[in-house]
Structures are given as C-alpha cells and as structure tokens.
C-alpha cells in the first residue's frame, strides 16, 4: 500500500528558504501515470494547491506562487523535493505532499507536516 | 483560477440522519478530454485528507456505500444517506479541469 512521508524543519526564519522532502514506500516514483505533488493548509484554512512534478521531469506551479518554488526528484531515493524560497509569516501551514493521478486528482496523501515561519 | 464555494459551511446533523454539502465551481468542469474532475475529500481531526469520491461519482476503494456523489456542470452535491459518528470531520469538493486545482472552503460535519 503506498505511503507517503513528509519530512524537514518545522521552524524556518522568514526570508530564507523552506525545503521539505517526501519519501514514497510501497509504490514507483517513476509509475508514468502519476504525478508528485505538494498541497498546504494554513493553521485553520483551506487546502491550496502548490505544485507538482512527474517522473519524466515535468512539472506544474499554481501561478501565484510559481516565482518561489521548485519541485523536484530523486528517484534514486524515491523522494521528491519541495523549495519554497523568501517565505513569510503567510507561508505557515501544513504542507502535505500527495499523489496525483493526472488533471490534480489527488488519490493519496501524507500525513502532513508543520512548518512555521518566524525569527 | 476557479473558485469552488462550498454550502453550507457547517453542518450539524442528527446520527442515522441523510446530509447533504454542495460545491458549486465559478466554470464547468467538464474537461476537453470528456470527464469532470470533481473530487470530495474527508478530513478527519486531527488526520490528512483522504479521498472519497472522484470524477464527481465514483466511490474509491473501502468507502462506505452511504457516501454518494452527484452532480454536473458546475453544480455538485456529496450526499451521506445515515451519517455516522465517524463521519464528523471537514468535506472539501476539489476541481481538477483547470490547473491549478483549486478546493472548496470545507463544510464541517458534526454531531447534534
């Protein structure tokens, strides 16, 4: 059964950049029909969408946030990467990273992990 | 992006009684390629998302029976025909048509 696990620092200083890692079991990072993906919710909000990454290389940001991340891979280790750089206060939430089958349909998550951002 | 509103945005019900949550998108969501992607997520407290519903009907894998989705166009309903007690939680309709995908606030299913 496939698993998703989130890890990184759950503690970044604003302006820096946040880095966090998912590592795929029970599964094939490089299966063509999924994509890999990041999705976060601030402390008491809604699921936003960030971006995502296929094995092939291809990848997708939501336009809002495209000038600050990257998304990428390292099938070697069956991880997946996100960078989210010059973060601010806006930038806390739990960040999950998901499996998406292709059009954003997500159809397994992590268990999601907390990042704040403060001095 | 298109904007999935979510009513009501809290729902308390009555255990073994139907409810009923609806998202509506600011655009249809049927895809060039034929399918809506229309997806209904619980989140239980405390707990990561998971999948109930997608391409607006189709119930994934261990989902119980009395979950059913609906709908078409830019109108689509989640209905629970006796809700449970491990029903409570936060429901978000998703849409995957137009990147990015884009949720609903969530409604909040409680117990009276």
């Known amino acids: 059964q496939l698993q998703l696990q989130e890890s990184g620092p759950g503690l970044v200083k604003p302006s820096e950049t946040l880095s966090l890692t998912c590592t795929v079991f029970?599964?094939?990072?490089?299966?063509?029909?999924?994509?890999w993906g990041w999705v976060r919710q601030p402390p008491g909000k809604g699921l936003e969408w960030i971006g995502s990454i296929h094995y092939s290389g291809s990848t997708y940001y939501t336009p809002s946030l495209r000038s600050r991340v990257t998304v990428s891979l390292d099938t070697s280790k069956s991880q997946y990467s996100l960078k989210l750089n010059s973060v601010t206060a806006a930038d806390t939430a739990v960040y999950y990273c998901?499996?998406?089958?292709?059009?954003?349909?997500?159809?397994?998550w992590g268990q999601g992990t907390l990042v704040t951002i403060s001095s | 992006d298109v904007v999935m509103t979510q009513s009501p945005l809290s729902l308390p019900v009555t255990l073994g009684q139907p409810a009923s949550i609806s998202c509506r998108s600011s655009q249809s969501l049927v895809h060039s390629d034929g399918n809506t992607y229309l997806i209904w997520f619980q989140q239980r407290p405390g707990q990561s998302p998971r999948r109930l519903i997608y391409k607006v009907s189709n119930r994934d894998s261990g989902v119980p029976d009395r979950f059913s989705g609906s709908g078409s166009g830019t109108d689509f309903t989640l209905k629970i025909s006796r809700v449970e007690a491990e029903d409570v939680g936060i429901y978000y309709c998703?849409?995957?048509?137009?990147?990015?995908?884009?949720f609903g606030q969530g409604t909040k299913v409680e117990i009276k």
């Open positions: 998703m849409q995957g048509t137009h990147g990015p995908g884009t």
């Open positions: 998901a499996r998406d089958q292709g059009n954003f349909e997500i159809d397994s």
């Open positions: 029970g599964g094939s990072i490089t299966s063509r029909g999924y994509y």
